[in-house]
């Protein structure tokens, strides 16, 4: 095993360089200090702490949540002849105790647990059996209770500090603001440690929200459109619409399995595994699924209803494009949503310093829709990032948003939710400002109104935008006695006496503003052949040893094989992404289909293939 960090770097994980600021991070660690580590999906966070436990004396202990991402984990370090197991519930005793023995006998480079295990008596005993590297605690933001995943086993990991004096921890996540940040150091006893804040854009994703209008044939469209045989996921606020969404994109033709908490433990795994080892699978799950999943090449993330929070929606959209290459973040949302989330929050176990901030957070969600600037510049603003005013990558800048003065159709909005006695909602306010004579309308004598039939100027959908935005922007409330009612607040009353103009966002028409995605970015169609025969080689592989394809190579290793189609196993090391061992394992497999598919010679294939080999 190499001794050096860029030595295990490049001959253990088959990469030339470090990103910044790995080499920082993982300096600070092997140095024996502390680190907090808030880095982009997709940014290299693992090898932050895998690297350092290999540089290290002893085991690396790695905190993790979920069982499925130590099983995935493990399997991709093993391919690359890392000693790495992990002790769960999965594992049968006899298993079990054959890791505990690896471990006292110092035959481990990292162990995987998570928190409830290390909570133990037992497994501290164990661990201070033995000599350990160090602690990483990966989705660190599960320690906040302000956050969006938590998780109270978390809590229990102050006392790293007091158990294991001088073994340093490493705490990693994608998604932290400030406040989550500083609860992280606290509750983790981290005030001592360096603080790595890396940024989080993700360029290659590409953002767009629009109005909901028949969620379901709008994500038909998106995804026919598309991704018509990419793996993606698509969030959901409940089971039953997941399960419903599932069986309706099975009869559409797509591979579509659902993920919630309700469904048995077995039939989750099976779904999750099939998720990551097969091509074009789609998932449809609630917020249950998702934390800590490594494969690469989800091409879409969509969300049938609104997230709770920036951090959600930033922490799930995430799950696309991991490998860097094009995907969309893409979401429809209404007021419904809005009121649902907002019931939710108040019918549940939180005190109300508690409710006050998650308030606070679906309203800043909310100002995200409805943004008419570039909706990165200001996911990124969130979280206190600078970035251009616009990054040519989002809905907002590629189709810029029109508006028109809404001031008028506003004030008759209040106007007809006041003279409901604000009892109402937003269903039967628009059939009151259209002059519907429904029955609900008749019961109550609304059509006595004066604000009866004044907006027929405006057609169902608009006036719900108009609703929309003036719950957005903070107008009007939504009442939780479990109806949805709107209330006025205080600060619609300037747009009501006329001493303030509404300029209101006019929702587009659906449209694609994309465009059309090739089989693999970057490859013209003469290289098509190649770049599928080397999957089905990559596939073969990985069914025969019951790891998910991108455990073998991830997409962007196929697509430099196609590029530069080495020809010896020497041209096949320089490779990004190969290994000393995954080149023992795997050159003379794919050397052999790229001679087959290779006509004219390396030398046509990559342009500056000789410049590339004797760099």
Request: glycine share 8%; proline share 4%; hydrophobic share 40%.
């Amino acid at each position: 095993m190499p001794n050096s960090a860029i030595q295990i770097l490049q001959e253990t994980f088959g990469f030339h360089a470090f990103r910044q600021p790995q080499d920082q991070i993982i300096d600070s660690v092997v140095d024996g200090g502390d680190a907090l580590v808030i880095m982009p999906t997709g940014g290299g966070k693992s090898l932050c702490f895998q690297i350092p436990a290999l540089v290290r004396a002893g085991t690396g202990v790695v905190i993790s949540p979920l069982i499925a991402l130590m099983h995935d984990q493990v399997a991709a370090l093993r391919q690359l002849g890392i000693r790495a197991a992990y002790l769960n519930s999965s594992l049968a005793a006899e298993a079990a105790a054959a890791v505990e023995r690896e471990l006292r006998a110092g035959q481990l480079d990292l162990l995987y647990i998570a928190p409830e295990r290390l909570a133990q008596a037992r497994t501290q005993e164990l661990l201070s059996a033995c000599s350990l590297a160090l602690f990483a605690i990966d989705e660190a933001h599960c320690v906040s209770q302000w956050g969006h995943d938590f998780r109270s086993d978390y809590l229990l990991l102050d006392m790293l500090p007091r158990q294991f004096p001088g073994v340093p921890r490493i705490a990693l996540t994608a998604t932290a603001d400030d406040r989550t940040r500083e609860e992280i150091v606290e509750r983790l006893q981290l005030g001592a440690a360096r603080q790595f804040c890396c940024g989080f854009d993700r360029p290659n994703i590409q953002y767009r929200i629009t109005q909901k209008n028949n969620g379901r044939q709008q994500l038909l469209r998106f995804i026919r459109s598309e991704h018509p045989r990419d793996a993606g996921i698509v969030y959901c606020l409940s089971r039953r619409k997941v399960e419903a969404t599932a069986q309706w994109l099975q009869q559409q033709g797509y591979t579509a399995l659902p993920y919630h908490a309700g469904l048995g433990a077995e039939l989750r795994r099976q779904h999750q595994e099939r998720f990551v080892r097969e091509d074009g699978v789609i998932i449809v799950a609630t917020v249950a699924f998702g934390m800590g999943i490594d494969k690469p090449d989800v091409r879409f993330v969509a969300h049938l209803d609104l997230p709770k929070s920036v951090e959600a929606y930033y922490q799930e959209t995430g799950r696309a494009g991991r490998d860097g290459e094009p995907a969309t973040a893409w979401m429809v949302y209404g007021i419904q949503d809005v009121v649902k989330l907002r019931q939710m929050l108040e019918g549940s176990q939180g005190d109300e310093q508690h409710k006050r901030v998650e308030r606070h957070k679906l309203d800043a969600m909310l100002g995200l829709c409805e943004i008419t600037s570039c909706r990165r510049h200001a996911l990124l603003h969130y979280f206190g990032e600078q970035s251009p005013a616009a990054c040519g990558n989002c809905d907002t800048c590629l189709t810029p948003v029109q508006t028109w003065d809404g001031t008028v159709a506003a004030q008759k909005a209040l106007s007809c939710a006041y003279r409901t006695g604000q009892r109402f909602g937003v269903n039967h306010l628009i059939d009151v400002l259209m002059g519907k004579q429904t029955d609900k309308v008749l019961q109550f004598d609304h059509q006595q109104l004066s604000t009866f039939g004044v907006g027929s100027d405006l057609d169902n959908g608009q006036w719900r935008s108009v609703y929309r935005q003036l719950v957005a922007r903070g107008y009007l409330s939504v009442d939780m006695g479990g109806f949805g009612s709107l209330r006025l607040t205080d600060r619609c009353r300037p747009v009501l006496r006329g001493e303030e103009q509404l300029a209101l966002r006019r929702d587009p028409v659906e449209s694609k503003v994309r465009k059309e995605r090739r089989a693999a970015p970057q490859l013209g169609v003469a290289d098509q052949p190649l770049w599928e025969a080397l999957r089905a080689c990559r596939k073969q592989l990985a069914e025969a040893q019951n790891v998910p394809p991108y455990v073998i190579f991830h997409d962007a290793t196929l697509m430099e094989l196609v590029t530069y189609r080495p020809a010896s196993r020497e041209q096949f090391a320089r490779i990004n992404g190969v290994g000393q061992s995954k080149l023992e394992k795997y050159s003379e497999a794919f050397l052999a289909v790229i001679r087959q598919h290779d006509d004219g010679g390396a030398a046509t294939a990559g342009g500056d293939y000789a410049a590339w080999t004797e760099g």
